[in-house]
């Protein structure tokens, strides 16, 4: 278990609690001073109170007064179990709260007592009471200092615990004295103590800072793991500002890391980031320059956050390429294994570092870490989304992989949810708007309505920052505005406000259908953004805002103030543009504003009219009236509550509450120029010159905090041989005694399973003689011939599973005994002392015979094979994407216009577009095009075939033409097409490729290499040649339509040219572009198309209403809304041509 | 850190408290109670709050409240952990019987997580393989997430300083693990291999995650049809549960929880096979199935009673399952071989494994 000395104090209570009566006399804290205490019980002082109030306010609760005569009584007996049983008493009360200070003279009396648990116990009474009862605790201080001379290093480490626990200002000097001399202690658990009793003091006595930094300087320069945590912990306290103190001991630090107990090492971690922001260069300052400029075009809309540009500005002015310091790279090393920590605050430390110091393309390393942890305690959870919401602000990169990580169960606690869509919401881009949107729309239908309205507002977010989805999100937003939950609607109308806002033109029917809304909302903060935006684009709404105004009239005096002031709003944005209907309306408006009982209300009346209604003395501002209050608004930003929130050190108190929290040390910006990095230079000598007393505690330390230089010892080198070795490797290592040969190794190996079952039957004799035959024979074989013979049981009781399974599908079910390995292993032992049980000996006999069969390696390795479970499939799902020539023959069957299907077949080999990939010019000759051949990429259904045809321009022959180094975002896959070795001048060559494009119309950007140049090419497809033809009659597709409404739905007018008003060139444009099969339909002026998307497989489904004349209707279902968007405008644009 | 602790139970009694500084008063706690007022749920209390003068840290477990008191910057993860750590230990020592006697008598050991001198006359080490998966499966059965989240629990009792190695058939698997500090970073890098000097006694030797970007086999399925309907008060309910990807074990310990909506007012179900329970007061509907039986899928079906007059709920309910299968890692995880260096006996050695589920999640 832990040592946790706290922790243990804190049993103590408890555990007396529980035991009123003497019954217990075994106490339980024997264990408190001896484990290796850990950083947090430097607990520091706090500057000396008043005598405490709460004492007697506790005595008064309690309504007796605190007379303990009993316990006084056995404090002064003589035998030690009645005090024992005393001071477990004491203890407890104190633990629960109650004052047992009266007690101080009789208890400290006990300070000298042999008896150790009784010592332990005043201890901590006199740790309590101490500070409230100075003079008596003088007394005890003596007992103490003779402590701090004990032989045994855990008396004087407690002695020194105490000592500089009690906060005793008197005691200071001697305190100060103490900490000097255990500085200097041979045990290096007296020397963490002494650290821990540094900051102590300082609390009690902030002038001894000077004494105490030499103290830590001296314990710096300690090379033990043990006092590394507590002594920067003391540092931390009483002078992080020096952080001169530190470069001479930065590599050991960075180098003993990886060895310090966990608690130190985040406190370590937390300090060497700050060192490292003063010490080294920013490792993206040059970065930045390369990357920059490609990444940009990659995210498109990815916002830069200044710093970088800043840092862009900079380093183009130098120009000096950016090396790391060496120092820089060892910290970051050393750090990365701590991210595998189980503690979470050390993975959240080292998350941190990484973030705040390692270059760009390798802090994607603790997003993993960062996202395991989200699978501990909530208030985990908690802090780690918190963090990682700050972080996904900058780099959205890191996360985006683990998306579905973030997607909210409906028993996550709300404030868990919330922080996990802000997460969501930062992840979101064009790639994957579509998949957040529809996890948004499931979270829409909650039960937890304070969760449905952050998702309301996540959203909204999504809606202004993707501008591709802005419509989409407003119409999803207005079906909202039906739903029956009024918080649901409210929060909608908010949102609705602010995306309006920005192109407020185009939506005055959502503004209409807003206005009607008053009538039912109730909640004040939506009816007061509804007239708001009525008063704001009253001109969009000409006729209805003045009615909305006379309704808001009448109900005046019943309204919420928010909503009142938005009426007087109204009133005079109205008065201003309209004023012959709204004249007399504003005037009453005015009036009962007048005599509001409250004064803001009252005082915007008396302002609004001065300021709208001409009178001799309103003077020149009526003038500008209109211009105040109809001005152009900028549209509000809605941004993450997280945003910029890096400036405080990630993982930090105060990064977390957002403010600077007490004690809080500054992150430092990164310095211009390098400090000199030669003060971390340790000269050799330092690095020897350790006492006798140090170099025998290293030794004995070597073999586990030394992993870095290698493993040591006989063992270890023995294991250290690769698996699949000889034999014998394997049976020396495990039988211990590296001499024996391997039959003795099977004596020993027989005896083993003895031991195991306890006791040997007479039967199993002759047949374990005979597997011992056997096993000789085997090793006469090349390979390790049966693993049952290296000496592992566990490796027998892998080999019998495997046996077993193998044998199960012949249908020899052994026996009953399936249960687990461990039962199989207990019973098949001990069973041969059941003497004649039958199965587990065929068992058994069949363990060893099989693997004897098994000779070669090869088959060895098949065995394994089989026995290697594979991660089982995934229901593959139901992928419908039927090849072409399918669905036209299905066409064919059922189509009722069969005039059509060639019209069908051709866009698939007919019309098909090309597009250039490599021109002539660029390519040095060699010319590259691409189409999109609409056939199913063969060996992968997700992918979408990419037909390239290389054309060879050149005098020369091109060789080894292959695809490289694809750059793809995050799920997208390349198949590559096969090497062409040689293209001879004027050849052309025609190959396919696959690419899956995660459903999303994002380039592919890869390079076209051959063997003397590399050119960097692009395949970005048209949203129509993401999907493939599906096939379904016309119920199925009725079905399907039905379920894909709201915001899966998106329909859009449009006006056929003349040459568009055939079926058949209807037909043909729609076919070209987008790769979709059509739906027979039973209205002759409606036309059908359906496809999946080659990724997802998520249906789209369009429909082409011809009315009379030229106008139509496109409506087109998918659940990818962005894929309909899109897919809509190319329809649009090609029936158009 | 930490300067007090204070443990408050369910009825908001602070019933023990601990200083390690100078004493702050109960009344810090004032501000805890007036934010537990504001969360509905003791879960919703904020795991830190800012006070005037103070911070107040917090965990739940157990119906309890630790709360710790802090004044000055320190990462929040650190305190929380701890008090984790705390109540792990509360837990380990209260849940033991043998209170008193078997406290750790920790001597200053070299290696700072295992006692000297330690002493067994069966020396035994057992390792459990715990998987449980977590999944989010939409309504019409496709999985949406699905992780897997293990566990190697040890149980060693062996005497002396033995140094264990374990591998593994499969190690590719375990690409996000964390490890208790016994074991050697650098060797797991290098080879693959665990190799440690155990705590002794019950300990969890690994954690390992398999993210959602792998394919996660999912063992059961829910067919579910709930309806509510517009203009009547009655509500179908149907729900079976049926066995998938389960390398033919048997599922076992099926239990399936679902929070109705507000306006169901009863439901009058037939199971069968289990019990049932619907509590009308928290609207939780809780179906204990035991065991699959392939043959014979168990199916709970009826009708609910929905108030009159209102419209129908617009959510419908998710279900949560629970489940267990013995002796299957459902990420195929398997144990390759364990050996003992550094001493010369002989032990007992065993391996077992489980697949559970986790936050696992059906959305109807």
Redesign the interface.
Known sequence: ????P??????R???VA?SDVAE?V??????TE???PT???????????PL???KDEVAASTGQPPRHDDLKEMLDSNKDSLKLEAMKRIVAMI???KNASDLFPAVVKNVACKNIEVKKLVYVYLV?YA?EQQDLALLSISTFQRGLKDPN??IRASALRVLS?I?VPIIVPIMMLAIKEAASDM?P?VRKTAAHAIPKLY?LDSDQKDQLIEVIEKLLADKTTLVAGSVVMAFEEVCPERIDLIHKNYRKLCNLL?DV???GQ?VII?MLTRYARTQFLSPNQNESLLEESAEKAFYGSEEEDTKDAKAEAASLAKRKPYVMDPDHRLLLRNTK?LL??????V???VAQLYFHLAPKAEVGVIA??L??LL?S????Q???LQNVATMSIKRRGMFE??L??F?I???D???IKILKLEVLTNLANETNISTILR?FQ?YI???DKDFVAATIQAIGRCATNIGKVRDTCLNGLVQLLS???ELVVAESVVVIKKLLQMQPAQHSEIIKHMAKLTDNIQVPMARASILWLIGEYCEHVPKIAPDVLRKMAKSFTNEEDIVKLQVINLAAKLYLTNSKQSKLLTQYVLNLAKYDQNYDIRDRARFIRQLIVPTEKSGALNKYAKKLFLAQKPAPILESSFKDRDHFQL????H??N?K?????ELPDWPDEAPDPSVRNVEVPEWTKCTSREKRKEK??KP?YS??EG?SGP??S???EP?SDSEESGSS??S?TSSSSSDEEDEEEE??EE??SGEQSEDKEGEEEEEKRKKRKEKGGPWKASPGS?G????E??EGKKVKKAARPQGKKSHAE?????AS??ESSSSGSDSGTEAPTVVEAKRRKTPSSKAGPKEISLL?LD?????????V?SSSIISTSLVTDLEGLTLTDTSLAPALLSPAFGAVRTYELLHRMAGEGLSVEYCFSRRPFPGDPHMVAVQIQISNNTDAEVKSLRVSEPKLLAGMRIQEFPEIESLAPGDTASVVMGIDFCDSTQTANFQLCTHTRHFYVSIQPPVGELMAPVFMSENEFRKEQGKLTGMSEITEKLTLPEKCRSDHAIVQQVTSAANVGRVPCGADNEYRFAAKTVTSGSLVLITLEWREGAAAQLTVNSEKMVIGTMLVKDIIQALAQ | MIHSLFLINASGDIFLEKHWKSVVSRSVCDYFFEAQERASEAENVPPVISTPHHYLLSVYRHKIFFVAVIQTEVPPLFVIEFLHRVVDTFQDYFGSTNVGDQLPTGQLSVVPWRRTGVKYTNNEAYFDVIEEIDAIIDKSGSTITAEIQGVIDACVKLTGMPDLTLSFMNPRLLDDVSFHPCVRFKRWESERILSFIPPDGNFRLLSYHVSAQNLVAIPVYVKHNINFRDSSSLGRFEITVGPKQTMGKTIEGVMVTSQMPKGVLNMSLTPSQGTHIFDPVTKLLTWDVGKINPQKLPSLKGSMNLQAGTSKPDENPTINLQFKIQQLAISGLKVNRLDMYGEKYKPFKGIKYMTKAGKFQVRT
């Open positions: 278990m832990l040592s946790l706290p922790v243990q104090k804190l049993l209570p408890k555990s529980g217990e075994t106490s339980p804290v024997l264990a001896a484990g290796p950083c947090y019980s430097a607990l520091r002082a706090d500057e000396l109170r405490a109030a709460p633990a629960r709260g309590r500070e290093q855990l626990s906060r045990s658990y609390s990886i107990e966990e608690w985040v937390n294994p595998q920590s189980r503690n979470a605050a993975v959240m430390a993993k870490a996202v395991r699978r305690h909530s208030e985990v908690y802090v780690v992989p683990y579905k990580s997607y169960r409906s028993t606690p709300t404030q996890e499931t239908r909650s039960m739903n029956r939950d993982g930090s108190l105060s977390l509450l403010a929290a007490v004690g809080y040390q004995v330390e586990f992993d870095s493993e063992t270890e023995a294991d250290s698996e290592s495990s211990g005896e083993e031991e195991g290296v592992s049981e566990e490796e009781e892998a399936t249960s687990s390995e461990e292993a207990s394994d026995d290697f479970t594979p991660p089982p499939p995934q229901p799902p």
